[in-house]
């Protein structure tokens, strides 16, 4: 099995920068892709920013300016700084991979259980 567990979310002001960290764990061989998605109260959820292997790099407008993805390959972490969040960002983050569990398994995706951004204005 893979876990997928997230942190760093919390509650913070208008123009204030937090820092969601994810990290996968369990039988993973390779992980393809690491994202990002957010979920407001009565929204559909939507990416926020994805990160390849190879540190390719997509951004929602959105955050586009504002909020940086990275990632750490070697301790299946994924980052997500977030600068200058608005009361729109408010939403529970979800960390989500694209993994393989062993060399010849096909890719699955997987999903954490979300932590919460409250931006205050």
């Known amino acids: 099995q893979v876990q997928l567990v997230e942190s760093g979310g919390g509650l913070v002001q208008a123009g204030g920068s937090l820092r969601l960290s994810c990290v996968a764990s369990g039988s993973i061989f390779s992980i393809k892709v690491m994202a990002w998605y957010r979920q407001a109260p009565g929204k559909q959820r939507e990416l926020v920013a994805r990160?390849?292997?190879?540190?390719?790099?997509v951004f929602a407008d959105f955050v586009k300016g504002r909020f940086t993805i990275s990632r750490d390959n070697a301790k299946n972490m994924v980052y997500l700084q977030m600068n200058g969040l608005k009361p729109e960002d408010t939403a529970v983050y979800y960390c989500n991979a694209d993994l393989q569990n062993s060399r010849w398994a096909s890719v699955r995706n997987y999903w954490g259980q979300g932590t919460q951004v409250t931006v205050s204005s």
């Open positions: 990160i390849t292997t190879g540190g390719s790099t």
